[in-house]
């Protein structure tokens, strides 16, 4: 069910890019568009995968079932994670394919965006860590747990740029712009604004790394708080 729901929502949002506001649809805006409803929907779907455990009656059946925590725990990792992003990926290519062909457009047909560009991958390590979120979040609490989850994170995100900020300008001796962590730094001297800036590269690679770091974290959390799970 939520399979065709999503299809349908992007078939539906497809369709009215392309063919009522006219936008072509080239590699960028794919991948701009697979990005965007990849990482909504793989939480939404990630936050709803221990939904049962929200409620008494169907909690009891699930927590009792004979199986070990850390099996229900990869099986609902595999179903949310992997699972997911081969179904995804696959019905926006075929979703795209069809939306790009059903009418003629002005020009050549807009090529297809490659998954395997580094910025796709990127972005697949972005969901890695927003997944470890939700499925921590979809754990540990008991309700409204993508609304809470979402919540909890942007007021943590919040605090972590603040204390940045603080930071930085605590070390540089300057009132410094809010930034997160391993982002540019700019601050303003003598009228001049200045600005530290890291490499794409380098940026990418720090990046990357604390995603990682960060969803192994979120994960290992997430099983341990199931195995203490109680009605």
Known sequence: MSLFVMIGVMLLGGSFLVYMVGVRMD?????????????????IFTSTIFADLGDKKKAIPWLLLPASHFEKFLVAWIYSFVVFIIIYTLSFYMVALFVLSIKPLEGPLPEMFDISHHHTLEMYMVYAFLHSVAIFGAIYFEKLHFIKT???FFISLGILILMNKMLLGIMLGR?????PP??????????????????YKQHSININYLVMVLAVIFWVAAYFRLKEKQV
């Open 175 to 179: 009132n410094v712009a809010a930034s």
């Open 182 to 199: 391993f982002g540019n730094l700019r601050f303003t001297e003598n009228g001049h604004v200045n600005d530290i800036i890291i490499s």
């Open 27 to 43: 590699k960028n805006d794919q991948s701009n568009l697979f990005i965007m409803i990849l990482l909504l929907a793989g939480t």
């Open 150 to 152: 979402a919540f909890a």
